[in-house]
């Protein structure tokens, strides 16, 4: 049960009228050289909508979702957590996840689309119903070097905007020469090592030599996820302070695994699953003094503007990897807003900026 002072339960209780659903497709090529695809949910009720988006990264399960159309029962007066709990009974997945952690992903994009309805039925914007101010966003650029890498990518981007920041997937592949002309930049804000990433396309084999490089090369950088390789470990104890945590971020159980307890983890919503986790952990954090920062997904549609909207109330000076969504172009076009973006919350709900 929540206790009456935790962010939960500030939003359980709220009503909600769900009279029918329908679903989006959204497709982008971006800046990984893959094509993705993700899912709105729009939920309809009470003469407004509540959107959230699926960012399962298999095009072939947003695929099943999208043929199967909206035929869940959701219909009907609930209670966001009344909601929470249904939804948690139903079948989800026309076809099984091909990957186990797109069960979360699917979970909040139901539960933040009627958090978004919940809101807009009752004229108010979340800021507002968790008692939290909205401040400007700073955010970093993610961004991966290619293959094989060079130092193009990243000087296309600080050519049209010099002031950006990136947290860069540095791989085995760099030399040591473009390590010293991509630290040359002072552009590099995180590193993320893909230590804790097993059998996917982005996995990076634990190479000590290439550790003590880029130590050497970014004295400054959080170094998020670093591998637990025994060969590893001891290059790490100097510089604890600067490790954060992402992929194996679940849930609150798995922040409080991690010894030493982390300076900052970075929550994303999606990962950590519903409203109610999410919430949880940000108290967590806030209790134990874990700074936060957010991470993106590739959101195509509304989900990018929830995680910057998150990000706005919770943690806005950290090194959130919410930047908006053309920087993920395999070529970013001219104009796009820079850091830290201005606090852009809608009048009433879930939303950021112009998202509708």
């Not at 993700?38 to 009470?46: A, D, F």
């Not at 219909?75 to 979360?104: C, I, K, M, N, Q």
């Not at 194996?248 to 983890?265: E, N």
């Not at 195509?300 to 503007?305: A, D, F, I, M, N």
């Amino acid at each position: 049960m929540p206790t009456e002072s935790s962010l939960w339960s500030r939003v359980a209780d709220l009503p909600l009228t769900i009279e029918d659903y329908a679903l989006e497709r959204l497709e982008r090529d971006v800046s990984s050289d893959f094509t993705r695809v993700s899912t709105v949910i729009r939920l309809q009720g009470g003469g407004t909508d509540g959107i959230g988006e699926d960012v399962s990264y298999d095009a072939e399960d947003q695929d099943a979702l999208q043929r199967t159309g909206p035929t869940l029962p959701l219909a009907g007066e609930w209670t966001l957590a009344t909601f929470a709990d249904h939804v948690r009974t139903l079948e989800l997945w026309p076809e099984p996840a091909r990957h186990d952690a797109s069960v979360l992903y699917r979970l909040w994009a139901y539960d933040s689309a009627a958090l978004d309805l919940a809101l807009r039925q009752a004229g108010r914007p979340l800021h507002e119903v968790l008692g939290r101010t909205p401040q400007p966003v700073r955010f970093v650029v993610s961004l991966r070097l290619g293959e094989p890498p060079t130092l193009a990518p990243l000087r296309s981007r600080l050519d049209r905007y010099p002031d950006l920041q990136f947290k860069l997937d540095p791989t085995n592949e760099w030399t040591p020469d473009l390590i010293a002309e991509v630290a040359a930049t002072g552009a590099v804000e995180s590193l993320d090592l893909k230590g804790r990433y097993v059998g996917s396309i982005v996995d990076v084999a634990a190479d000590p030599d290439q550790y003590e490089r880029l130590l050497a090369a970014f004295p400054d950088a959080w170094l998020e996820d670093p591998h637990d390789d025994p060969r590893v470990l001891p290059l790490l104890d100097a510089v604890q302070d600067r490790i954060t945590w992402d992929a194996i971020i679940h849930s609150i159980a798995d922040i409080k695994a991690l010894q030493p307890q982390p300076k900052m983890v970075n929550v994303k919503p999606s990962r950590v699953g519903g409203v109610q986790s999410v919430f949880d952990t940000y108290d967590f954090c806030e209790a134990h003094g874990i700074r936060m920062y957010g991470g993106g997904q590739f959101e195509l549609g509304c989900g990018r503007g929830q995680i910057q909207y998150l990000a706005s109330i919770f943690h806005a000076d950290g090194p959130n990897d919410v930047a908006p969504g053309g920087y993920n172009d395999p070529e970013p076009a001219d104009g796009l807003e820079s850091s830290p973006l201005p606090a852009a919350c809608q009048p009433t709900g879930f939303r950021w900026g112009s998202d509708a």
